[in-house]
């Protein structure tokens, strides 16, 4: 049975950092990453990497956050610098097996950016 399980949500002042861990477990997955959803508004992609290290940002976060990938741990991991209130939102790890092509939610950790 597939299990995404994150870490590291909390709350931070703007300017501040965070970082968010997501160990998944029962497959091997070709793509994990992070989006993330604000109440009222669609859940939107925040980084995702390969496992072959190719990684992918949003523009709203590019050069503030980093994402990693330990596929020993099967874990992913978002760096995130510099925080602005707008990255306030309920982080969501996603996590995508090959054989057959599904897709994988975690329960989602918040992360609130104070002003």
């Known amino acids: 049975q597939v299990q995404l399980v994150e870490s590291g949500g909390g709350l931070v002042q703007a300017g501040g950092s965070l970082r968010l861990s997501c160990t998944a477990s029962?497959?091997?997955?070709?793509?994990m990453g992070w989006h993330r959803q604000v109440p009222g508004k669609q859940r939107e992609l925040v980084a995702t990497i390969t496992n072959g290290g190719s990684t992918d940002y949003s523009d709203s976060v590019k050069g503030r956050f980093t994402i990693s990938r330990d596929n020993a741990k099967n874990t992913v991991y978002l760096q995130m610098y510099s925080l602005e209130p707008e990255d306030t939102a309920v982080y969501y790890c996603?996590?995508?097996?090959?054989?057959?092509?599904?897709?994988?939610w975690g329960r989602g950790t918040q992360v609130t950016v104070s002003s």
């Open positions: 029962g497959s091997i997955f070709i793509v």
């Open positions: 996603n996590a995508v097996r090959a054989f057959p092509r599904t897709a994988y």
